[in-house]
């Protein structure tokens, strides 16, 4: 079995930055499908891309569920990070490249 070069540390920030960001992604999505719901009356569109969904409905669906959910995505591996800086003394070696 050949040994990876990548640090151990490496290792755990990928599980948890992958981790943080996909329960973010999760619960955010729950809270715009309910956001969605209460606002206009009806479920958020199952596929955007159906032509039975009305186009300004795929629209304003894609735009805020994208932008929603990689705001909340960053905003979570930005927590993950903090938290690992406090664990360990240092940036993930992911993050560390920028040289900041």
Do not use: C
């Amino acid at each position: 079995m050949a040994k990876s070069n990548a640090p151990k540390g490496s290792k755990v920030w990928s599980v948890f930055s992958l981790v943080s960001a996909l329960g973010a992604a999760s619960v955010a999505r729950k809270v715009l499908d309910k956001g969605w719901q209460a606002s206009t009356g009806r479920k958020p569109p199952a596929n955007p891309a159906d032509p039975d969904v009305e186009v300004w409905e795929a629209i304003a669906w894609a735009a805020l569920t994208g932008a929603s959910v990689a705001l909340v995505r960053m905003l979570a591996q930005r927590r993950a990070a903090n938290y690992y800086v406090k664990s360990t003394g240092h940036l993930p070696p992911q993050l560390a490249k920028d040289g900041k």
